[in-house]
């Protein structure tokens, strides 16, 4: 880790480099204590692209470190999302780790020919030695052991037993019981471990067990009760959308062991998660929508004349967002704030008609409705342009740092801006024109009979 910050720190643009190691007892993190953050900042001045690109050739040039480059922000918001830091997660299930690991390999070799995958890699297992017990069932069971019995023997004298506590003042001591040095620190000392049978004759370790020394993972991950290992990668040069369901396609060409299967997680998987979620929400939020405007406007035609031009406000902003990437979570907002956007100018739009016809005595027709959006032009076309300057500046300093929900939630307001403008100067007053005498509220003047003149004699 010191050398990788050392290099770190001679890569131009970058101007500081900290680490961060191991996990703390109180920390907010659930990382392993072999887990470790480098913290790097970007000299404002240098070409960001570039500067990132050399990272993370650093990173990858370090055979046994398994890294993900990516700013602090969308870090978190992955986090939150996804409980990944990855844009992509193939989660693989299976009873047997050794043929997890295997069928892993084969989806990361199927996934290594999509165009737009970046940093693609298999989830990193660390592995320390270990001494394994493999019992000899049949002798075992001459002498009257369980392979449990054992096992409880062997790992007392390397793991030690607590068989009491001492007490001193207000201090409290664990007694432990374990094997002396010379045995634990040996492997042929350990061969010679006499076992207490229940025939009370003892009996050498290496007459009913084989000892040697393996690999074994420091951590095994399950979830459902079932192993699973992780194929990981990130999004590159094309939007996330389209490399996953080519990430999809390619898995259906993959042939899995049986009892073996694969999940597809990750951004764009917890996303179209939360858009059905967002789609049933916003169908609830449009019926009251219009329940709302009937009662602003009192009609019924008028109200769905207005909640269904909204949806033509957002064509600009959907094809701004899919040039500036694809739909992500400051999208999502931008779209919000658009739609308030458009849903305001219709509104005020539509209630400066009723205004005119009703208190100022214009009968309906194209003079009524040229006036009202004469009188609307400059507070909807002020409305547009302040709020296309306010957001101008976000767009243009790219994609860096600290812009990653602002500059999507900007591209959006901005294309939405252009079609939300039209649809309320040119398509509305067209469909006024066209519903809106149908719509229209009756006042007080037409629903109450005019006064009888008293008959003169």
């Known amino acids: 880790m010191n050398q990788a910050a050392r290099e770190l720190r001679t890569v131009p643009g970058v101007s500081n480099v900290s680490a961060h190691l191991g996990r703390a007892i109180t920390g907010d993190q659930v990382v392993g204590i072999n887990a470790s953050q480098l913290w790097l900042t970007i000299d404002p001045k240098a070409n960001y692209e570039a500067t990132v690109a050399a990272v993370e050739r650093v990173v990858d040039g370090y055979p046994g470190l ?8 969308r870090d978190r918001m992955r986090e939150v999302l996804t409980g990944a830091d990855d844009a992509i997660v193939v989660r693989l299930y299976g009873p047997e780790r050794a043929m997890l690991q295997r069928t892993a390999e084969d989806v990361k070799q199927a996934l290594s020919k999509i165009n737009g995958i970046a940093a693609l890699k ?12 493999r019992v000899d069932l049949a002798a075992a069971e001459r002498y009257g052991l ?9 790992a007392t004298v390397f793991a030690g037993l607590q068989v009491g506590t001492l007490f001193e003042q207000q201090k409290v001591f664990e007694v432990v019981v374990w094997g002396a040095p010379e045995v634990r620190s040996s492997l042929t000392s350990l061969h010679e471990l006499l076992l207490e049978t229940p025939k009370g004759k003892p009996v050498r370790l290496r007459e009913v067990a084989e000892l040697r020394i393996a690999p074994t993972p420091t951590v095994i991950h399950h979830e459902a009760l079932s192993p699973r290992v992780d194929v990981v990668a990130n999004v590159r040069g094309r939007d996330l959308g389209s490399v996953t369901r080519e990430v999809e396609h390619r898995l259906k060409s993959v042939k899995f062991p049986l009892e073996y ?8 998987a ?9 789609l049933s929400f916003a169908i609830a939020a449009a019926v009251g929508i219009v329940l709302l405007l009937q009662a602003a406007f009192g009609s019924w035609r008028l109200a769905a004349l207005v909640v269904l031009t909204l949806p033509m406000a957002l064509v600009g902003g959907v094809l701004a967002a899919f040039a500036g990437g694809g739909i992500s979570l400051g999208s999502l907002v931008g779209f919000l704030a658009l739609l308030g956007i458009a849903a305001r100018n219709g509104i005020l739009l539509v209630n400066r008609y009723q205004e005119i016809q009703e208190h100022e005595g214009e009968a309906f027709g194209a003079r009524l409705v040229e006036r009202g959006t004469r009188e609307r032009l400059a507070p909807i076309l002020m409305t547009a342009a302040t709020t296309a300057v306010a957001l101008l500046p976000v767009v243009f300093l790219g994609d860096i740092a600290g812009l990653e929900i602002v500059r999507p939630m900007a591209l959006v307001i901005l294309g939405g801006l252009v079609t939300s403008t039209w649809l309320t100067l040119v398509v509305l007053p067209a469909l006024y024109l066209r519903f809106g005498a149908m719509g229209r509220r009756v006042t007080v003047a037409e629903t109450v009979p005019a006064a009888v003149s008293p008959l003169r004699a």
Do not use: C, H, W
Request: cysteine-free.
């Open 66 to 73: 398994s890294g993900n480059v990516q700013t602090y922000l």
């Open 122 to 133: 298999v989830e990193g297992q660390a592995e320390e030695a270990q001494i394994e017990v």
């Open 146 to 154: 369980k392979p449990g019995d054992i096992r409880r023997q062997v």
């Open 261 to 268: 299967r694969a999940e597809l997680l990750g951004e764009y």
């Open 270 to 278: 917890e996303r179209q998660a939360a858009q059905k979620r967002m």
